[in-house]
């Protein structure tokens, strides 16, 4: 979207007069300001125009009868082409239900705001009940440490994945932050590596000085990558990149092929099981709640304790003494 266009929407002489079109617009342009994310911006835009197809494909628009674009909405949002062996849809998670809903509703309440609807259908659909981070899984510590191992950091490709997964486990942080790592955002001073994140979730700025071995690993791979050009690359130069001979050699790594170099290299194909990881070392290494928090970048205290208790639940450390019990010992 253009300024241009934002400027010729706001600047009607009536509020009434904005059409759908341009009331789009102007709400994706809010959504961009305020979290200052482009993919966040185009993952809203993409879901409204695929809700708006549904509606046209029924004779209906957005400022169509609330009751009835609800009834879409409630479809919409519970539709997915999954299906079980007996070919009955599988429906989709509680979570994406309620996300789609949300982006439904944002549209409609700023649209609400700039008197161009005055009802928002949303408020008339029931949310699911989500349990908190319900699919928060971490991985073994020493099996991560045996994979990392293996990894043959005398290729290319492996001093790559090495320094990428090291950053993903020693940071914290999430994928696309990670995979939006650009060289501008690269502060080096002696032996010390500092990485600036200015659009964490949330529209946070976040920094992170690497440990010595994970800022060593980056660096490697960084000048086994770019060579003598390191030194004159322009502040936008991806940081992880393509290794494929398909088109995409040096282009930025997509966000499947981080999943691609987990799930190669650790077994697990969800980015996120790292920062659970991070998570569960953290504390193992006796760092206080509001360490935790600051560096998952949590809003409250009580955010991160959810987060943490979640999958304390899963281990039981009274599991050995009763499997013993039943006669289920590690050695016979």
Known sequence: ?????????????????????????????????????????RAYGARLREFRAVLQAAGLDLNSDPQLVAVAAQGWADHTDRVDECGKSLGVAPATFNQRLAILSSFYQTAIKRGVLMANPMTTIDRRPV????????????????????????????????????????????????????W????????????????????????????????????????????????DLSHDAPIWVSLAHNGTYGKPVSARSFSLICDARLGV????????????????????????????????????DRYIQKRRRAKNRHGETIAHMFGFDEEE
């Not at 009434?16 to 079109?21: A, N, P, Q, V």
């Not at 928060?136 to 991560?144: F, H, T």
């Not at 440490?145 to 290729?155: E, G, K, P, S, V």
């Open 131 to 182: 349990e908190d981070y319900a699919s928060a899984v971490s991985l073994d510590q020493r099996d991560v440490r045996a994979q990392l191992d293996r990894i043959d950091r005398a290729t290319l490709a492996g001093k790559r994945d090495y320094a990428l997964l090291g950053v993903l486990l020693n940071t914290g942080r999430r994928r696309a932050e990670v995979n939006g790592m650009r």
């Open 184 to 231: 501008g955002a690269v502060h080096i001073s002696g032996q010390e590596v500092t990485i600036d994140f200015p659009r964490t979730k949330g529209g946070k700025h976040m920094r992170n000085t690497l440990p010595a071995g994970v800022g060593k690993a980056v660096l490697d791979w960084l000048h086994a990558f770019y060579g003598a050009q390191l030194g």
């Open 269 to 304: 194909s969800k980015v996120h099981s790292l920062r659970h990881t991070f998570t569960d070392a953290m504390e193992e290494a006796g760092a206080k709640l509001s360490e935790i928090r600051d560096q998952l970048g949590h809003a409250s205290i009580a955010t991160t």
């Open 1 to 41: 979207m253009t300024n241009d266009a934002f400027n010729q929407a706001s600047t009607a002489l009536a509020p009434r007069t904005f059409s759908l079109d341009q009331m789009i617009t102007i709400w994706l342009h809010e959504k961009a300001n305020r979290t200052r994310s482009a993919e966040t911006e």
